[in-house]
């Protein structure tokens, strides 16, 4: 069986980018052509994902840190073996997947739109976009073929998208309750709980636009950030995106921040209702800042990796830590905290 050394473009085999031309020659992905090879290169590809499935599904909390692996998954996929073929292992695993949750479903809708974000990724990949364009095209791309396909299906079960939206926020909030009462909090802690249900759901309702667009952006960076090192070792196309951890966010975002804190403050709930959603979207672009300011001390003070992952899990796992993350990306629009004009000089 023959190989052949390919700087993979996607979607058509020529080199698609001045970083890509410039790879030496023992990075060059070596992919044998033949088609018993390509096909197990797929199968391969469609269990890894169909597993992050099944861990996602079957793993509480910690499965959704698994599937966000599928993106990256996805993306490897595209550009390794170009659009058309690289798409057979996000359709197959969508078949397996709606044929495992017994049809469309709102889990079935996140499944696809993380696999239609990988997807998409490797699109722009192509496009050889800075990191600001790559993210805001791929997660508007995401983003409306998810309401698209959330107003088809209503269409189809003759129902409000509202109404099934609230219908499943609500559905998921009884869940809730009955897994606090079966962990034995007390009867009191869940009668107060029960009766602000309804608050709850209508306060979540409102705020789903900003809570899906701030998921996928989180979906997004940790693709970014989990495909580099993948696609490096096969010496596929990744664009020049440069150091992340010396981005920061636009100065103009702060302008936001202070219009979403104003609106939130007038006793008008439509307003209160589009404030927090802007506010909530913010607060996830900040929260990428910072992250990348605490990457930025991590990698100068050359921590060990191990350390490293103790950090970023301890972040993820303690809100107050959270939060602080997100002051700090926000405060470094005045404090700097990287000095990046000294460090451009």
Same mark, same amino acid.
């Given at each position: =069986?023959?190989?052949?050394?390919?700087?993979?473009?996607?979607?058509? #085999?020529? %080199?698609?980018?001045?970083?890509?031309?410039?790879?030496?020659?023992?990075?060059?992905?070596?992919?044998?052509?033949?088609?018993?090879? $390509?096909?197990?290169? %797929?199968?391969?590809?469609?269990?890894?994902?169909?597993?992050?499935? *099944?861990?996602?599904?079957?793993?509480?909390?910690? #499965?959704?840190?698994?599937? $966000? $692996?599928?993106?990256?998954?996805?993306?490897?996929?595209?550009?390794?073996?170009?659009?058309?073929?690289?798409?057979?292992?996000?359709?197959?695993?969508?078949?397996?997947?709606?044929?495992?949750?017994?049809?469309?479903?709102?889990?079935?809708?996140?499944?696809?739109?993380?696999?239609?974000?990988?997807?998409?990724?490797?699109? =722009?990949?192509?496009?050889?976009?800075?990191?600001?364009?790559?993210?805001?095209? &791929?997660?508007?791309?995401?983003?409306?073929?998810?309401?698209?396909?959330?107003?088809?299906?209503?269409?189809? @079960?003759?129902?409000?998208?509202?109404?099934?939206?609230?219908?499943?926020?609500?559905? +998921?909030?009884?869940?809730?309750?009955?897994?606090?009462?079966?962990?034995?909090?007390?009867?009191?802690?869940?009668?107060?709980?029960?009766?602000?249900?309804? =608050?709850?759901?209508?306060?979540?309702?409102?705020?789903?636009?900003?809570?899906?667009? &701030?998921?996928?952006?989180? @979906?997004?960076?940790? &693709?970014?950030?989990?495909?580099?090192?993948?696609?490096?070792?096969?010496?596929?196309? *990744?664009?020049?995106?440069?150091?992340? +951890?010396?981005?920061?966010?636009?100065?103009?975002?702060?302008?936001?921040?202070?219009?979403?804190?104003?609106?939130?403050?007038?006793?008008?709930?439509?307003?209160?209702?589009?404030?927090?959603?802007?506010?909530?979207?913010? =607060?996830?672009? *900040?929260?990428?800042?910072?992250?990348?300011?605490?990457?930025?001390?991590?990698?100068?003070?050359?921590?060990?990796?191990?350390?490293?992952?103790?950090?970023?899990?301890?972040?993820?796992?303690?809100?107050?830590?959270?939060?602080?993350?997100?002051?700090?990306?926000?405060?470094?629009?005045?404090?700097?905290?990287?000095?990046?004009?000294?460090?451009?000089?």
């Amino acid at each position: =069986m023959s190989a052949r050394p390919i700087c993979k473009d996607p979607s058509g #085999g020529r %080199l698609a980018t001045p970083s890509c031309r410039h790879m030496s020659e023992e990075k060059l992905t070596v992919l044998p052509t033949g088609r018993s090879h $390509l096909t197990t290169e %797929l199968f391969k590809g469609i269990a890894a994902v169909l597993l992050c499935f *099944y861990a996602a599904t079957h793993i509480p909390v910690i #499965g959704f840190f698994v599937s $966000l $692996l599928i993106p990256p998954l996805v993306l490897f996929h595209r550009l390794r073996f170009g659009r058309r073929i690289g798409a057979v292992v996000p359709v197959v695993s969508g078949a397996v997947m709606t044929a495992a949750l017994d049809g469309a479903s709102f889990e079935m809708l996140f499944f696809f739109e993380l696999m239609v974000l990988g997807f998409v990724l490797g699109e =722009m990949f192509e496009k050889n976009l800075s990191i600001e364009r790559t993210v805001i095209q &791929a997660c508007a791309v995401v983003t409306a073929s998810g309401a698209a396909c959330l107003i088809v299906y209503s269409g189809f @079960a003759g129902t409000d998208p509202m109404a099934m939206v609230s219908a499943y926020v609500d559905r +998921n909030l009884q869940m809730t309750v009955a897994l606090y009462q079966s962990i034995g909090l007390s009867e009191e802690m869940l009668k107060t709980i029960s009766e602000s249900l309804e =608050m709850i759901r209508d306060i979540l309702v409102h705020i789903l636009p900003a809570l899906v667009i &701030a998921s996928v952006l989180f @979906a997004t960076w940790a &693709a970014l950030i989990i495909s580099k090192p993948l696609t490096r070792r096969y010496g596929l196309l *990744y664009p020049d995106f440069g150091r992340l +951890n010396l981005w920061k966010a636009p100065d103009v975002l702060v302008w936001g921040v202070i219009g979403g804190g104003i609106a939130l403050l007038i006793p008008v709930s439509v307003l209160r209702m589009a404030g927090a959603n802007v506010l909530i979207v913010l =607060m996830t672009v *900040y929260f990428f800042s910072g992250i990348a300011i605490v990457s930025y001390y991590l990698e100068k003070k050359r921590f060990p990796l191990f350390f490293r992952v103790c950090v970023y899990s301890f972040i993820a796992l303690q809100q107050i830590v959270f939060f602080l993350v997100i002051g700090i990306g926000f405060f470094d629009t005045w404090l700097n905290f990287r000095k990046l004009e000294t460090y451009k000089e």
